[in-house]
């Protein structure tokens, strides 16, 4: 029997996730240079084992994050109204996105721009004819503030059940039955597997907020159920019984998912065979991080932890605009991949770290970077303490 799961204001387990989250999106990245489809910069060079190798995470990386959130906002939820919910998240993701979509994405967007479509003014003249009434027209790019933007709109969703908490604490007792137990296995595969079959064909995975629908059917999908389930101590034990059949499913899917890719028979009955095989690999894999996290790390705090998890947003915001810069100035140099790669994953956290690093101590621009405002020192306190200190007489020795 699993050990009973309190309630608790904070999870290290859902910080370290989303720490270990980051770390892998950094790796994902750099292989997307190499990668063979395209994406905003790309090597000369292109490995096509890549296809396949992208597949160790690909199906729940994503997937993970936005039901982990969905659990963060649940646990922030206990102590704020909806309306400071609301409050929160808008202080929290608006100006980062604001600022990313004016300042860190159109670096990226020039030099993909020289890259692929022959523009050859500076990056000014770039930004002036991004931001224009022409520019507008034809789309703003976001890249990879898309995440935020998505965290933002869900959210915002979420925050209107908190007006309702009678149906919130419904939602939570119908969901931990119907999905209890190996339920709690089985069935999202069902869902994801519909999910993918009936939209992906159609939608794919655009990234475009308003036609991204096989992305909302996923990705809202898990974040509401990570935000309704959060404080089921049901659901968290349950993963945590489930954590080793979850992992040696999917220790089994993943392979054979690789199989069907490479196969050009893998696309059989309309896709229905392999798509399901995604769905299993996908949520097998989750539910073995949930449940060996819970089981193992869920009080593994610590100052380390915490210091990672106030740099983690930052840290995304920079990263991207870091590593397609280092690629493109890395480009002509030609090295060999194997000095290449590691250094663009180096470049990329460390340079992340240091941007997180300097922006954390500059209190008009932390706003900015995700972070809160430095709390204000309370100078004309200090003073009146001292000066009363001052004007009092000295006692006699």
């Known amino acids: 029997m699993s050990k009973s799961v309190p309630n608790m204001t904070r999870r290290a387990d859902i910080d370290w996730i989303r720490v270990a989250a980051f770390g892998l999106l950094i790796l994902y990245h750099v292989g997307l240079y190499y990668a063979p489809w395209d994406w905003h910069v790309h090597s000369a060079r292109s490995f096509e084992w890549l296809r396949y190798g992208a597949l160790i995470t690909n199906p729940w990386r ?6 982990v959130s969905g659990v963060a906002l649940r646990f922030m939820s206990r102590r704020l109204s909806p309306l400071q919910v609301i409050r929160a998240r808008a202080a929290r993701l608006i100006p980062p996105f604001l600022f990313g979509v004016l300042v860190l994405v159109p670096p990226q967007s020039w030099i993909e721009a020289m890259d692929k479509f022959g523009w050859r003014q500076d990056f000014f003249a770039w930004w002036l004819a991004e931001f224009s009434p022409q520019g507008f027209a034809d789309g703003i790019p976001l890249n990879h503030l ?30 931990e039955v119907v999905l209890g137990g190996p339920r709690l296995l089985v069935l999202p595969v069902a869902y994801l597997a519909f999910s993918r079959q009936s939209l992906f064909a159609t939608y794919g995975l655009s990234n475009h ?29 349950d993963f945590e019984r489930l954590r080793w059949p979850a992992l040696i499913t999917a220790a089994l899917a993943l392979p054979l998912l690789i199989a069907l890719e490479a196969n050009p028979g893998g696309m059989a009955f309309d896709g229905l065979v392999q798509n399901s095989m995604f769905a299993l690999d996908q949520w097998a894999t989750i539910c073995a991080v949930l449940g060996f996290a819970s089981r193992h790390i869920r009080n593994a705090d610590g100052p380390l932890l915490r210091y990672l998890t106030d740099a983690v947003f930052p840290c995304y915001l920079a990263h991207q605009t870091i590593l397609v810069v280092a690629a493109h100035l890395a480009a002509p140099l030609a090295l060999p991949v194997n000095v290449e790669a590691p250094l663009l994953a180096t470049t990329t956290l460390g340079g992340s770290l240091l941007v997180y690093e300097l922006v954390r101590r500059i209190g008009p621009i932390r706003p900015l970077w995700g972070l809160k405002r430095l709390p204000r020192a309370p100078a004309k306190a200090a003073q009146t303490v001292e000066a009363a200190a001052a004007a009092r007489p000295a006692k006699a020795a």
């Open 62 to 67: 994503l997937t993970l994050l936005f039901l």
């Open 209 to 237: 907020l308003t036609t991204d629908w096989y992305n909302h059917a996923i990705s809202f999908g898990v974040f509401l159920l990570g935000f309704t389930l959060a404080l089921s101590d049901r659901t968290w034990a």
């Open 146 to 175: 898309w995440f935020v933007l998505y965290i933002g709109v869900y959210s915002l969703a979420a925050a209107l059940l908190l007006v309702h908490p009678a149906v919130l604490r419904f939602a939570q007792k119908v969901f």
